[in-house]
């Protein structure tokens, strides 16, 4: 049986440690450890586009670190519940063009009992940037 420590219901210092290691996950830029941390059936609804288990969660990060280079992303805690996190986040990167942006948005994330994220829901919005304004 999988299980991604630590598992839920969530303290305010584990739903931290979840956030931390989720930031950390992320900007590994590794889809298939990043892909690890959720359920074989996941399912998410980023922005516009809708992804369902680890197969297309791979294929979705593959494809979104293709685009999104230099990508740095910071997460914080913004509330929690017995097997529940809400983030709110903002990351930064650039296009094959050069220009640069800061991504702001919030996500709601739903556990089941082996701690590995079952539901991921957020909502992004980009804002172009100079490189000079960049925070991460």
């Not at 494809?63 to 903002?90: G, Q």
Request: glycine letters at 4%; hydrophobic letters at 35%.
């Amino acid at each position: 049986m999988e299980q991604k420590f630590p598992l839920p219901p969530f303290s305010l210092e584990t739903a931290k440690q979840k956030i931390q290691a989720a930031e950390d996950g992320w900007n590994s830029k590794d889809p298939m450890k990043v892909s690890m941390a959720y359920t074989e059936d996941t399912e998410w609804r980023n922005r516009d586009q809708f992804v369902n288990g680890r197969k297309e969660v791979q294929e979705f990060l593959a494809d979104k670190w293709d685009k999104e280079l230099d990508y740095k992303l910071k997460k914080s805690y913004w509330a929690h519940t017995d097997n529940r996190i809400a983030v709110r986040f903002e990351y930064e990167y650039h296009n094959a063009e050069g220009q640069w942006f800061r991504a702001y948005g919030n996500e709601n994330w739903e556990f089941d009992e082996n701690g590995l994220m079952a539901k991921r829901y957020a909502s992004i919005n980009d804002l172009a940037i100079d490189e000079s304004d960049r925070r991460l």
